[in-house]
């Protein structure tokens, strides 16, 4: 192996991450005393951020948590009864919205694939000297707050606008209404308009991570793979893509789970029709104060994410990737 | 089947790589392109392997012109300097990737063969970063060579390893060429790799091929300054060239020279005389490697055999190396030349300051053009 061994004393945590088969320096010039005090830094470099999250996550998880099981109402307060028909009551009942967000995330974040690998692909092999600038065009939105860049797609898709008009005139806008995305001739209020809105707005979280990816493929492997009588599409479908997998992962992980608990798009660009589940969650916890639901609802959100994660995690075999 | 460069040439916006070149590479043969880093020589390689598309020129491989040929439809494969395989194959993949791209379905025969050769055969389930860089080395060779290229190109391929490795994998090399016998192409800028390997060697310079051919000729007869000073170490004496009476009519009339402040003349034979302007009085740079002249001190100046060329001068510096002295020698021409000597019975008056004679054979002597840098090629730290 050429890899360094790390440096002796780096223990617990911090140590973790080593490639597998890289067998351990074994550190002969670690006196004692010397990594006794080194020891403990691994540990105090985690504070900072183990405290953050123990006030800010896990406190609250636990708090949310025990709302879930709790009954009552704003007049009375509300105690821990155990009650867990919060869960099975919030399936019931909004048993479609849950589905609606999956679904929802699930197109978006396969149009943010379809969209964000070529650019990421671009950026990575043949932007030259604009690499930067098109890095920097990627995550200009952020400038600006989400909300307002929501609210900016509901004037580009409102009724009578150019874009309606435009695709009104191409006949697009039947061929759309045929597959049940859109209705009425308008796009506002519609399915394809939240799916657009949440595609738009995590496309960044697909390009960024992609693009890592692919930027660290030595582009001596593609020819590599040129070299050895594979055509382009055949190195790109052998060597480039399998080696960006990491990043497709990620990419997909970052949107879609944001994007199934996401409210603002669905509230901005849809109708009722097209309510997600946060939207739902959203209504328990500020309109109707039913806080015991609300809790159930996220926890269950939580958990579903979980499960559909870890089943795309399995297929995605990513244990070997580089 | 004949590798023949013809006129090829490369350009970058504004720089220009490779200038127009014409070589000529027979089939089974082992060739070195040697130079320092940026002359030209790996984009040569590249053009011979489709990877880098030629601005001019034509590029033969017996009859067939695949100067336009994309790489995967190229009878030639190429290990890369940093080997490149691919890290997320296993190694019997690796080798077996070109196979598979031209839809060899059963491979494994030929893949365990390829693998012996290179002594692999135990790790072919094994990742490329689970083997150390001599392991890779032979990796990245052997998947080359399952293709049976009519032409390997190897770019710097043992760059990367120690020097006790990179000894052996030459012997490796050289040995795997003579039972294959593909056409080995091999980039590298260490002069000593291409001499121990190759059969010929082409020596470029700034885009161009300055000497060609096989390692012995270049390092006997060099023909520009650089490769007189690239391949080994030379020493250079500016000299003026003088009327050839005493020799003049005899069949080995040659050049007779004269270095400022030296007593007599310098004899140089005509085919080591490279040099474009042997008029009387022109000037000319005279070269001599350090290995082959000898030296006396001044006391024994009646030993030097007649017809010898000689200089005097005074050491300057004796070094011990072990198994040799290394002098350098100031001559009353202002150039400090180098000398060494086989560690057999020295002369204890060979110390510094002590003043001596240089003498050698009159057949080691070059003659180069006075119209060149004569620092050229040298190493510089």
């Known amino acids: 192996m050429t890899a360094a061994a790390p440096p002796s004393g780096l223990s617990g945590p911090a140590g973790a ?30 504070a900072p951020a183990g405290l953050w999250l123990a006030v800010f996550f896990v406190a609250p998880l636990f708090y949310q948590a025990s709302t879930s099981v709790q009954s009552g109402s704003l007049e009375e307060g509300f105690r821990v009864t155990w009650q867990f028909s919060h869960y099975t009551d919030a399936l019931a009942t909004y048993g479609e919205h849950f589905l609606r967000s999956f679904g929802y995330a699930a197109t978006a974040t396969v149009l943010c694939l379809l969209i964000g690998y070529p650019l990421a692909y671009m950026i990575a092999f043949r932007a030259g000297r604009w690499r930067n600038v098109v890095l920097v065009m990627v995550i200009a939105p952020f400038f600006t707050s989400f909300l307002i860049r929501t609210l900016a797609w509901k004037t580009i898709l409102s009724d009578g606008g150019p874009v309606v008009r435009a695709l009104h005139s191409l006949h697009v806008l039947d061929v759309t209404s045929a597959l049940g995305l859109t209705g ?43 070299d050895l009588y594979a055509t382009p599409a055949t190195a790109f479908r052998k060597v480039t893509f399998p080696l960006s997998l990491p990043g497709v992962v990620a990419g997909t992980l970052l949107t879609f789970i944001p994007a199934s608990g996401d409210y603002i798009n669905a509230q901005l660009l849809g109708s009722p029709n097209e309510q997600m589940v946060g939207n739902a969650i959203q209504k328990q916890f500020l309109n109707v104060l039913d806080y015991p639901t609300a809790a159930a609802m996220s926890f269950l959100l939580m958990a579903l994410i979980l499960i559909i994660v870890s089943v795309y995690m399995r297929k995605a075999g990513t244990e070997e990737l580089v | 089947m004949t590798l023949t460069l013809s006129g ?25 392109l040697l130079g320092a880093s940026g002359c030209g020589k790996t984009t040569t390689l590249r053009m011979i392997a489709g990877l880098e598309e030629p601005s001019a020129g034509r590029i033969l491989l017996g009859d067939d012109d695949i100067t336009r040929l994309p790489p995967h439809k190229r009878p030639v494969n190429t290990v890369f300097q940093n080997y490149a395989l691919f890290p997320h194959l296993d190694i019997a993949e690796n080798v077996a990737f070109g196979l598979r791209r031209r839809g060899i379905k059963n491979v494994r025969a030929q893949v365990a063969e390829m693998l012996d050769l290179v002594q692999l055969g135990d790790l072919a389930r094994r990742r490329p970063r689970q ?149 009387p009085g022109a000037m000319v740079l005279v070269g001599i490697r350090p290995e082959k002249i000898a030296l006396v001190s001044a006391e024994e100046a009646a030993t030097v055999p007649d017809g010898h060329n000689r200089l005097t001068g005074r050491i300057k ?54 119209a060149q840098d004569a620092a050229a090629g040298e190493e510089t730290l």
């Open chain 1, 17 to 46: 991450g080593r490639q597998p088969g890289s067998t351990d320096g074994g550190a002969p010039d670690g006196a004692e005393g010397a990594p006794r005090r080194r020891g403990l830094t691994p540990y105090w470099l985690l």
């Open chain 1, 184 to 226: 009425d001739d308008r796009l506002l209020a519609t399915p394809l308009a939240v799916v657009c809105g949440l595609t738009y707005n995590f496309l960044p979280f697909m390009v960024l991570p992609l693009y890592s990816s692919l930027e660290r493929i030595d582009t001596s492997l593609q020819e590599a793979a040129r």
């Open chain 2, 8 to 32: 090829i040439s490369k350009s970058f916006d504004d720089f220009t790589a490779v200038h127009p070149l014409d070589l000529t590479i027979p089939e089974g043969s082992f060739f070195a």
């Open chain 2, 131 to 279: 083997l150390s860089g001599g392991q890779q080395q032979r990796v990245a060779l052997a998947r080359a060579l399952i293709n049976r290229p009519r032409v390997l190109l190897l770019d710097e391929p043992l760059g990367a390893l120690d020097l006790k490795l990179r000894r052996q994998m030459q012997l490796e090399l050289k040995r795997i060429q003579t039972e294959v016998g593909i056409t080995f192409v091999h980039v590298t800028h260490d002069q000593e790799e291409a001499m121990t390997m190759a059969d010929s060697v082409a020596v470029m310079y700034q885009g161009r091929v300055e000497q060609l051919g096989p390692p012995a000729d270049l390092y006997e007869n060099p023909r520009s300054t650089f490769v007189a000073n690239f391949l080994g170490t030379s020493n250079l004496v500016e000299a003026k060239v003088l009327a050839g009476q005493d020799t003049a009519g005899t069949a080995s009339a040659g050049l007779r020279v004269e270095v400022p402040g030296a007593d007599g003349a310098l004899r140089v034979p005509p085919d080591r005389c490279s040099a474009g302007d042997t008029e």
């Open chain 2, 317 to 370: 510096d004796a070094g011990y190396l072990g198994v040799s002295w290394q002098y350098q020698v100031e001559t009353p021409a202002g150039a400090e030349l180098t000398v060494y000597a086989q560690n057999l019975e020295r002369d204890s008056r060979l110390t510094a300051g002590a003043p001596v004679v240089l003498h050698w054979r009159p057949a080691h002597t070059f003659a180069l053009d006075a």
